[in-house]
């Protein structure tokens, strides 16, 4: 795929050069995110710093752009736009995570390998609502349908019309005296 997003690296020898990667990223070719977002989504400019914080390798994911959602409200598309920020220790193995600096986020890379997609696909998952809404309700303005009620039609009781609970205010007022 174009620009090397989706490639694997290896997180130390990123962390040991203190890299820094931008990518623009097109949504629709982010793992995981096919079903919650619409396919004419723009890309997404991310950029990667690595590092090494208390020994681990770390990185500062920034993401920028916007994703096309639609509300639960009133079933319409609306634009969320997206700033993420986040820091992240890179483990290779869940047991490292016990050594990761409390104050970061962890995030798994086995065999110390990660590629960038990973990394923007999980930050956009973590940002994207469970149930997305315009963050403005004005904006999802509902149309109004006038509906028109008739009378209630005249009700005839059929000769087998069944009414269980005709009898019941009698049989209460029989089990308490």
């Known amino acids: 795929?174009?620009?090397?997003?989706?490639?694997?690296?290896?997180?130390n020898r990123l962390a040991d050069a203190q890299t820094e990667l931008e990518y623009s990223i097109p949504v629709s070719d982010l793992p995981g995110l096919a079903d919650k977002v619409s396919a004419d989504s723009g890309p997404l400019q991310a950029r990667l710093s690595f590092g090494r914080e208390q020994g681990m390798p770390v990185v500062d994911i920034a993401v920028g752009g916007a994703v096309w959602l639609q509300c639960q409200r009133c079933m319409r598309r609306y634009e969320q736009p997206l700033d993420l920020h986040s820091r992240a220790a890179l483990l290779q193995s869940e047991e490292d995570a016990d050594r990761a600096p409390a104050s970061l986020e962890t995030v798994l890379a086995p065999e110390g390998r990660v590629s960038a997609a990973a990394l923007v696909n999980e930050e956009?998952?973590?940002?994207?609502p469970l149930a997305p809404r315009h963050l403005d309700e004005s904006q999802c303005a509902t149309e109004v349908v006038a509906v028109t009620v008739a009378p209630p039609a005249e009700v005839t009781e059929e000769a087998d019309t069944r009414r269980p609970f005709a009898d019941l205010q009698a049989l209460l007022k029989k089990g308490r005296a």
């Open 1 to 11: 795929m174009p620009g090397g997003w989706s490639k694997q690296q290896d997180v």
């Open 124 to 128: 956009v998952l973590l940002a994207i």
